[in-house]
């Protein structure tokens, strides 16, 4: 299976991917590392790795619609099957031949703190600002609405009465690096159909 991974800063996803493709627990190459900015610090594990990059800066383009097709002609290019985004915060329009071809993981349990403007540590004040006693994070297919696509995989944890937003994000990632690969590994063996908003996994 043929990934391209989309990037915006530290790269932590992109870097437990490698590791689990490493450790032969992801049935995946990494065939392309697409960075929203050239700042992206997560550019030198494709860098170690070997992986082509490419860099496509929104602000490079005048529109939304010129912006996604850019991004999607690089993976057409490189003939991948999924496309997933770790840690990639800009709104792609989906293309019909990429419908349930692109991921992202979201650290709450969508649909709850999911939307627009929830990501990164807004979501883990928003949780803990709310009192829940459960957050977590979701795998999703990609549609054009923020946060909307079907749901693969939910893992839940705790939230704490001690938690802060950088200690409830450590935990919520921790379950992100384990839940992701599962996402993905399950692609690989195909086990994962789509039934409008419904993904069902085989056995």
Avoid: W
């Amino acid at each position: 299976m043929k990934l391209a991974v989309l990037i915006s800063g530290t790269g932590r996803t992109l870097h437990n991917m490698l590791e689990r493709i490493a450790d032969g627990k992801l049935s995946a190459e990494i065939v392309l590392v697409i960075a929203s900015t050239p700042n992206a610090k997560g550019l030198q594990y494709a860098e170690k790795a070997n992986i082509p990059i490419r860099i496509i800066e929104k602000n490079d383009f005048q529109t939304q619609e010129l912006f996604s097709d850019t991004i999607f002609a690089a993976c057409r290019e490189s003939k991948i099957d999924y496309a997933v985004m770790a840690g990639y915060v800009k709104l792609l329009t989906i293309p019909p031949d990429f419908e349930n071809r692109v991921l992202n993981i979201h650290p709450s349990l969508i649909p709850a703190f999911s939307g627009k403007g929830f990501y990164g540590s807004a979501v883990h004040e928003a949780v803990i600002k709310y009192g829940v006693k459960l957050s977590g994070c979701t795998v999703h297919f990609v549609n054009n609405i923020y946060d909307q696509g079907p749901v693969i995989i939910q893992k839940a944890v705790p939230v704490l009465e001690t938690d802060t937003p950088d200690i409830l994000n450590d935990r919520v990632f921790e379950m992100e690096c384990i839940a992701y690969p599962e996402a993905l590994q399950l692609l690989a063996e195909k086990r994962i159909t789509v039934e409008g908003r419904r993904v069902r996994i085989l056995s």
